[in-house]
Nanobody, 128 residues
Framework: QVQVVESGGGLVQAGGSLRLSCAASLRTLSGATMGWFRQAAGKEREFVAAIRWSGVITYTYYADSVKGRFTISRDNAKNTMYLQMKSLKPEDAGVYYC???????????????????WGQGTQVTVSS
């Protein structure tokens, strides 16, 4: 059974930074897709960022609301994905979920519907 574990959430002032980590016990990161989604209180879950490895090329995807502020990356040796968040805004607050699929997702990378594994989430709070 694949385990997906997020960490790194917390309380930060607006304009500050946080780095989230997601460790996934996938068989291999080659060909896998991993993504971050978030859900604010009373709102629908929304896509934040995703990363997909073809084995040679790394593809990254970002929601328009986080482009230029968030950076997604991975460490293959550690089977870990990161989300570096800078210039945080109060509207970035929510529970951040890591999702993983042991295959390349393309059109559905932002919908969340075809990821196979999800973490429990980590809370990000941004004070104004």
């Amino acid at each position: 059974q694949v385990q997906v574990v997020e960490s790194g959430g917390g309380l930060v002032q607006a304009g500050g930074s946080l780095r989230l980590s997601c460790a996934a016990s996938l068989r291999t990161l080659s060909g896998a897709t991993m993504g971050w989604f978030r859900q604010a209180a009373g709102k629908e879950r929304e896509f934040v960022a995703a990363i997909r490895w073809s084995g040679v090329i790394t593809y990254t995807y970002y929601a328009d609301s986080v482009k230029g502020r968030f950076t997604i990356s991975r460490d293959n040796a550690k089977n870990t994905m990161y989300l570096q968040m800078k210039s945080l805004k109060p509207e970035d607050a929510g529970v951040y979920y890591c999702a993983a699929a042991q295959r390349p997702l393309r059109a559905t990378v932002v919908t969340g519907t075809e990821y196979d594994y999800w973490g429990q989430g980590t809370q990000v709070t941004v004070s104004s």
